[in-house]
């Protein structure tokens, strides 16, 4: 009743002239910015499938909206929420009316916006629309509940899912069963187009733009070229593109046209359901994460306040004293970072999220090939590009804020799958073997790295050799420290350039019965020790042990890199 005064309103309300008495002179550019506000608003309400807020939001705008074209489409929009609610409303009628009449289905009790849904709570806006129809023809669904399955693939289905739908849309509209004005905005909704001029007529069953209805067989192929484009699997949208554009001008055209369709599709398919917002979460944890883990190093890398060395002789008695409270100070920075990210949120990648993701990428890279312009949704983070589609989780670890850190992430993953790869063939290709602790130690330092956003380190064998063989000295002299007698292989470089490796020098040491997580604490409560843990421009270390006694070196050598597999990984 409520949308039948507001149509009735709109047909009789004419646009007040700038003449009339109590016209109200508000610029041109800010009222338009202001409609557009409410447009996008009611949009994002659509795709979260906040339905009923949706409705208000298109009502509410639609007088604004000169006569025509762009108010039928709003009111449509209303008028096409409207019906699919009442899917949401009769089969929620029913399950309360009929307990167990769904449980083929897997659905239970829900409300206006969620579903109980194979035991969980789901977004009505989530629930396959197979599920959907299946449940309104259990529960005998009203005429408006039939529109409203329709509707329903319209707004969320796949191409074919759409297809499907315009050819019933079409048979209704045939019978009378919707109103010309609503099946025309249907149609334009679906096809990712403005409402045209005259709307649109039906011919053999397709829907074409009234004003263009003259065109002849050779737009019939045109438009069966951009179909198949349009609904084309990944595997086949590249020879479907090649082909459309191949019809000439017009099939370049029309491919941009699709392509934009693609690429919008694939951003409203971002925004629809929740994975966004717990997206969206993650992205604050982040940020969050960022700031501690700036205090940390930041605090970490000051050699005045962090000083080293921190004990007499080496260092005044009484600077000495101020160590052990700025070393708090550090392990209470470090920690927060840690319950940052031993905490993380985390987002649950639907297919249908993965798949526009996959989209988004392809339809960036086909457009801007054809030096194409395209806008991105200002509704969406920018970060959105660089999340990996082929994860199922995303969370802290895998969270890119842009390219460069998604490349950054496949890097990390690379190393350490190289690492392992390189620890299997240590010990059969001439080259010793890390034992278990040994390799532990590499794994809990690039655990550390990773965790205050440092990239990690790829194992060399040379280093390896030059870390063992001090800790063997250290074993059997037990002269700890990082210099030796012998002037060849007095300081960390001399001992790494004797193994044959020209780029390394830093050197950690420990002595002490208390294995690699033991050696790797007391390095983080050590000044000097600790900053060589985090040097941002390390690539490559290694450590050794020989009895109590622990040595780990560091280098920037990088030949390794060509070893990488740049793969993502699940």
């Known amino acids: ?59 509410g705008v639609a007088p604004r909206l000169p006569l025509g074209p762009e108010r039928d ?5 209303a008028r096409a929420i409207e019906d699919r609610l009442a899917i949401r409303e009769e089969v929620r009628a029913f399950a309360a009316a009929v307990p167990g009449a769904f449980d083929a289905l897997g659905l239970g009790p829900g409300d206006e916006d969620w579903i109980e849904f194979g035991g969980e709570r789901m977004p009505w806006v989530e629930v396959d629309i197979d599920v959907l129809r299946r449940a309104v023809k259990i529960a005998k669904g009203s005429a408006r509940a039939k529109r409203g399955l329709v509707q329903e693939a319209l707004a969320r289905g796949t191409p074919a899912e759409k297809r499907a739908a315009l050819t019933d849309l079409a048979r209704m509209f045939e019978k009378g069963e919707m109103p010309p004005v609503d099946a025309f905005a249907a149609v334009a909704r679906a096809r990712g187009e403005d409402l045209p001029a005259g709307g649109y007529v039906l011919v053999k069953g397709t829907w074409r733009r009234t004003a263009d209805e003259a065109r002849a067989a050779e737009s019939a192929a045109l438009e069966e070229a951009a179909l198949t484009f349009e609904d084309a699997e990944p595997k086949s949208r590249d020879a479907a593109l090649a082909k459309l554009e191949a019809r000439g001008p017009e099939g370049v ?53 962090y000083f080293y060395p921190y004990n007499p002789p080496e260092c005044p008695p009484e600077r000495a004293k101020l160590y052990a409270g700025v070393q708090q100070e550090v392990d209470g920075l470090v920690e927060a970072v840690r319950e940052t990210w031993r905490a993380p949120k985390r987002a649950r990648l639907s297919s249908a999220f ?14 801007a090939a054809r030096k194409l312009a395209f806008a991105w949704d200002a509704g969406l983070p920018a970060w959105i590009e660089a999340i990996d589609p082929s994860r199922d989780v995303v969370d802290l670890t895998s969270f890119a804020l842009d390219a460069r850190e998604a490349a950054d992430l496949a890097r990390d993953r690379a190393v350490i799958a190289f690492n392992e790869a390189a620890w299997k063939r240590a010990g059969t290709d001439g080259v010793g073997a890390p034992n ?18 440092r990239r990690v380190l790829a194992w060399n064998p040379k280093i390896q050799a030059a870390a063992q063989k001090h800790a063997d000295y250290m074993s059997l002299t037990g002269d700890f420290g990082h210099f030796e007698p012998d002037p060849a292989r007095h300081a960390p470089e001399d001992r790494l350039k004797a193994e044959g ?27 000097g020790h600790h900053r060589n843990l985090l040097i941002a421009t390390h690539r490559e270390m290694a450590s050794g042990i020989a009895g109590p006694y622990w040595c780990q070196n560091f280098g920037a050598g990088r030949e390794f890199e060509a070893q990488l597999e740049l793969k993502p990984a699940r």
């Open 354 to 367: 993965r798949a526009g993701l996959e989209e988004i990428a392809w339809s960036r890279g086909a457009q």
């Open 501 to 527: 490796y020209a780029l390394g020098g830093s050197e950690n040491c420990h002595a002490g019965d208390s294995g690699a997580e033991g050696a790797h604490v007391g390095w983080t409560h050590s000044s």
């Open 1 to 59: 009743m409520v949308l039948a005064a507001l149509l009735l309103t709109l047909a009789s309300r004419a646009i007040p002239s700038p003449t009339a008495p109590g016209f109200l002179p508000f610029p041109a550019i800010a009222e338009q910015q202001d409609v557009e506000s409410q447009l996008a608003h009611a949009r994002r309400r659509e795709a979260r499938g906040d339905l009923a807020q949706a409705r208000e939001a298109w009502l």
């Open 73 to 77: 489409a709003a009111v449509g929009a």
């Open 436 to 453: 278990a602790e040994e390799r532990r130690q590499v794994e809990i330092t690039n655990a550390y790295r990773a965790m205050l956003g």
């Open 253 to 305: 055209a029309r491919a941009a046209q699709v392509l934009g369709g693609r690429w919008k599709g694939a951003l409203a398919a971002l925004q629809r359901g929740t994975v966004l917002e717990q997206l969206e979460h993650v992205a604050a944890q982040r940020t969050d994460l960022d700031q501690r883990r700036a205090a940390a190093l930041k605090l970490i890398f000051d050699e005045e306040r």
